[in-house]
């Protein structure tokens, strides 16, 4: 049964990464990258470039990142 509430998600625009600077986490292997690209983040896999990277915009990384630091997504 619905509960009367919508969801809706921003719509992202198509970023140019072309020139994205890049950064690893100074404790990982460099699997997990990000970049700041006109006002989003981007988060790729640093293994495969090519795969397409994930966008968020600010409020989403900031949930993420908040989440993180609270064990939200610990799995062990």
Same mark, same amino acid.
């Given at each position: !049964?619905?509960?009367?509430?919508?969801?809706?998600?921003?719509?992202?625009?198509?970023?140019?990464?072309?020139?994205?600077?890049? %950064?690893?986490?100074?404790?990982?292997?460099?699997?997990?990258?990000?970049?700041?690209?006109?006002?989003?983040?981007? !988060?790729?896999?640093? %293994?495969?470039?090519?795969?397409?990277?994930?966008?968020?915009?600010?409020?989403?990384?900031?949930?993420?990142?908040?989440?993180? %630091?609270?064990?939200?997504?610990?799995?062990?």
């Amino acid at each position: !049964m619905a509960d009367g509430t919508t969801t809706t998600t921003a719509r992202k625009p198509e970023l140019d990464l072309t020139n994205a600077e890049w %950064r690893s986490g100074s404790q990982g292997k460099g699997d997990v990258q990000i970049a700041f690209v006109e006002g989003f983040i981007a !988060m790729r896999n640093g %293994r495969h470039p090519e795969v397409p990277a994930v966008i968020f915009a600010p409020s989403e990384w900031r949930a993420f990142v908040l989440g993180a %630091r609270d064990g939200e997504f610990d799995l062990t």
